[in-house]
């Protein structure tokens, strides 16, 4: 039997994934082999594993707190949304199919079975494995084949702790309520709270805490006050995309705009890192500003979709005065297919759009067409010469003369597009910016080579250790290691 425990929360964005991340890191820390787990996730923002499947972005950030190779067992059922009411469904790392959501409800028992059976391989080369929940368990009128909740932690047998976010308000209705809907078998499941994002003085929150106990019989593991910190590791999901703007004249101005399917905009965390570096996302409904130094479009889960919102909205002719006025583009993935002048999808693989007119700025066309291209890769950017790594995740394949003006020549082949000037280009790597070197150079060819060279991964690194000691600091991690033992 795996030695586990499950992290479920009272509803969606109460801090479950920084949860296990910050717990993960922290019992790596002390010399156990940990692996993280959730077993149906809902992102566009997704990773690449080691056999070249895919997986939600926060389990491998949770990975690489525990210091282990991306897997796909790490997150067996991921739904990658592409409309307002289908997704794509990846499951052990591969694509099963599109469904909506009637027809996923009736393939639910089947994934089951499937998530159980990672979750038990994952287990066998772990100390412990921390499972990550997905919404709520009291969402009661989804617990019939449930498997993001209480459904996989009693068909898993594991135990559970319940998370609940104060700094949203009304902590108390929301653990207290979680627990009167809940059964009898999940109550017991249930071995104790914790209460996130505190702010102030927390002996004020004493008699809360008291409350808890006395309404539902479970045991505190913790008053975990807000880390302060959170903004440097990657958010799981669009709705948490926000500014930073430093609104001072000598800052760099990035305007992005949030597509409705944007996807992997971790991408921009590197962006949002620098101190010399204005990042503004713009939602629907609102122009984009003038007087950016570059637009940046980011990754789309479709990208067709993408582009007709963006005609809807007006940004299309927002980014073609940019360029006039002197303004510099760059395109991720579907943000590059988007520069060209045509975007085909002649086996609807994106949907009942065939076609769709890009942008125009580069002499290509994209069709997406043949198998999605999952691969770690390295080679050198031809902007600024510096060595660049990341990982391709795409459908599609660029046709035309830009072509021949490629951005980067990798392990692969030649990568992207760039403009004759060299104020319009775009990849299809992601994690281009996490690359310091090259971040520094194409940065500062907005301002006359004075940035500084920040190192991004070493301050991941570092919030995730910190992130630890705040978590061994303010949970009751031996309780918690010692409920996980129990279970078996």
């Not at 949002?272 to 130094?293: N, Q, R």
Request: glycine share 10%.
């Amino acid at each position: 039997m795996t030695n586990a425990l499950m992290i479920q929360g009272t509803g969606s964005d109460v801090g479950k994934s920084l949860l296990v991340a910050g717990i993960a890191r922290a019992l790596t820390n002390r010399g156990m082999k940990v692996k993280p787990f959730k077993p149906q996730n809902m992102s566009n923002n997704a990773a690449v594993t080691v056999e070249g499947g895919e997986i939600g972005r926060a389990q491998a950030l949770q990975a690489r707190a525990a210091r282990a190779p991306l897997l796909n067992d790490m997150n067996p059922v991921l739904l990658k949304p592409q409309s307002m009411v289908g997704a794509q469904v990846i499951l052990q790392g591969k694509i099963w199919g599109n469904a909506n959501a009637r027809e996923f409800q009736k393939v639910k028992p089947e994934f089951l079975s499937k998530a159980v059976e990672s979750f038990r391989r994952l287990g066998e080369d772990a100390d412990i494995v921390i499972v990550e929940g997905a919404g709520s368990p009291a969402e009661v009128n989804l617990r019939k084949n449930d498997i993001a909740n209480m459904g996989f932690a009693e068909a898993a047998d594991i135990p559970v702790l319940l998370a609940g976010d104060i700094d949203r308000g009304g902590v108390i209705a929301q653990i207290a309520g979680t627990h009167l809907l809940l059964s009898d078998s999940e109550k017991q499941r249930t071995k104790g709270f914790i209460v996130n994002k505190f702010r102030g003085d927390p002996t004020l929150f004493d008699d809360g805490m008291s409350i808890l106990e006395e309404k539902t019989g479970w045991e505190n593991f913790g008053l975990v006050p807000f880390f302060q910190d959170a903004h440097k590791l990657p958010p799981e999901d669009a709705f948490s995309i926000q500014s930073t703007q430093k609104n001072t004249t000598d800052k760099i101005r990035i305007v992005v705009p949030v597509l409705p399917r944007i996807s992997n905009f971790d991408d921009l965390d590197p962006l949002h890192a620098e101190p010399d570096v204005s990042v503004e996302m713009i939602k629907p409904g609102t122009p984009l500003p003038i007087g950016a130094d570059l637009i940046l479009l980011p990754g789309s889960k479709a990208t067709i979709a993408d582009m007709k919102a963006i005609e809807d909205c007006g940004w299309d002719l927002d980014i073609k005065v940019h360029l006039r006025q002197g303004g510099s583009i760059f395109g991720i993935c579907g943000g590059l297919q988007m520069l060209g002048q045509k975007i085909t999808d002649p086996k609807g693989i994106e949907g009942d759009i065939p076609s769709i007119d890009g942008l125009g700025f580069l002499e290509f066309e994209t069709e997406l067409s043949g198998d999605k291209k999952l691969l770690e890769e390295a080679g050198e950017d031809l902007l600024t010469g510096n060595r660049i790594s990341g990982y391709h995740m795409h459908v599609g394949e660029c046709r035309g003369e830009a072509i021949q003006r490629p951005f980067a020549q990798l392990a692969s082949g030649s990568d992207g597009v760039m403009s004759k000037d060299g104020r319009v280009m775009g990849t299809y790597l992601h994690g281009v910016f996490a690359n310091d070197h090259f971040r520094q150079k194409f940065l500062s060819r907005f301002r006359d080579g004075t940035i500084a060279l920040l190192a991004f991964e070493e301050q991941v690194e570092k919030a995730l250790d910190d992130l630890s000691d705040h978590l061994e600091t303010h949970m009751k991690l031996d309780r918690l290691v010692e409920v996980a033992n129990a279970a078996n």
